[in-house]
DNA sequence: CGATATTTTGAGCGGAGTCAACTCTGGTGG
DNA sequence: CCACCAGAGTTGACTCCGCTCAAAATATCG
């Protein structure tokens, strides 16, 4: 079990480590990863597109002074991959056990018009991460990117964290140590409750909304 | 693209406010906005882009406390104006006197496939901006921001600044003051020379390289 | 040339980073 | 079943960068 040992040292791909299992090959084939799996790497071609069936994925960055951008978490239903030009920018990686489904891009040489619309959103979702990111205070950006999460995983005041405290941090350009304290002190106003370490109740969805609006 | 014919072209603007003017009407007409004037807003219906010919855009979100982020900066031979639902979620301004082409995005029912490459290289941009706000120095910040210039500008190290240090700012999540002070610092360090406010000139562009990778 | 806006510089303060110690959690094996 | 342990998370003390408020300098425009 290689766990989390990347904690500090952001190696991308540990030497010895299973690999995906690919049920069956071609588009709709369902391949499951294991946490911490890379599903690619960058600079790796690109071309595929990956749709979520369960589990949860991080895209990132590693930067040559060693630090790591989070750019992305996707959940369960969504699609991404997309590329720019023909070579991946970003690692991707499995978070917690995770399936994932291979979208088919094109059609006799025709681009699938859905592809468009997926790709919007993603830039959607890269301008809504940068509007919290940009935010100054620590408890506002936590609390922004718990709202999200709600939104995005269905239910409004239940959450759940596959990722670790150091992910969230990366994500968001702070520590984990900002991020430990912005959670305790929303823990501490009554707005949040948290049933384990990775599954946050908000309790009081209004005032955090308030808060972050 | 015919390269930096707008660098020059950031004279003051005619105090009589002539307002945006559409010399024919349809795509492929050029529309002219003298500065700060609106091009779309914040809730109004989405469906045109628009391609920049000379001058430069930003794109930006209000806050409910009063806050402003620039989400993008467009340039001459750059396309913008995507969403993702039907409504502009930003407002675009036009920085200085600046011509825009309205583009076709379908032709008879079908989505012209050249969209989603430009809705790609929208995303791309987003994250890239992502990776530049997610920084923690200030000067960081700064330096990555006028080598991405540098690069969509065309000259690697003569850059043309339409917007303001407040735009700047909003853009890169800091105060005008903080942005002031890391102009000065890196003209400290020998690394920049202001020509004017608006035109800077990077005299040591690998060590501002290595500052911000 | 004067009036206004923008930019720069300065002083002080607060929040987030750093370093370090401690606690909690989950997994393993005796 | 429980003791142990490694990794994850929390908390504390201190420092420093960037924000705030304020004023001076520079640029821009009428």
Redesign the interface.
């Known amino acids: 079990m290689q766990a989390l040992a990347q904690s500090h040292a952001f190696q991308p791909v540990p030497a010895s480590h299973i690999h995906a299992n690919n049920i069956l090959n071609g588009p709709g084939a369902l391949t499951t990863y294991s946490a911490d799996e890379e599903i690619y790497g960058q600079g790796e071609r690109a071309g595929t597109l990956y749709e979520v069936r369960y589990g949860a994925v991080r895209l990132y960055?590693l930067?040559?002074?060693g630090r790591r951008?989070v750019?992305?978490f996707h959940f369960a239903g969504e699609t991404f991959g997309?590329?720019?030009?023909g070579v991946h920018?970003?690692f991707a990686e499995a978070i917690v056990e995770t399936g994932l489904r291979k979208v088919v891009t094109h059609t006799n040489n025709n681009?699938n018009?859905e592809?468009?619309?997926l790709?919007?959103?993603?830039?959607?979702r890269?301008?809504q991460?940068?509007?919290v990111?940009?935010?100054?205070c620590a408890t506002e950006k936590l609390g922004a990117f718990l709202l999200d999460l709600a939104a995005r995983q269905g239910d409004p005041d239940r959450i759940d964290l596959p990722m670790t405290r150091l992910d969230i941090g990366d994500y968001l350009?702070m520590t984990i140590e900002t991020v430990s304290r912005s959670i305790s002190k929303l823990k501490a106003a009554g707005i949040l409750k948290l049933h384990s370490l990775r599954s946050v109740e908000i309790l009081k969805v209004e005032k955090l909304r308030q808060i972050c609006?």
Do not use: C, T
């Open positions: 960055r930067l040559s002074d951008q750019v992305a997309f590329e720019a030009e920018s970003f681009i018009p592809m468009l619309a790709a919007l959103r993603g830039m959607v890269a301008q991460h940068l509007l990111v940009g935010r100054q350009g609006e």
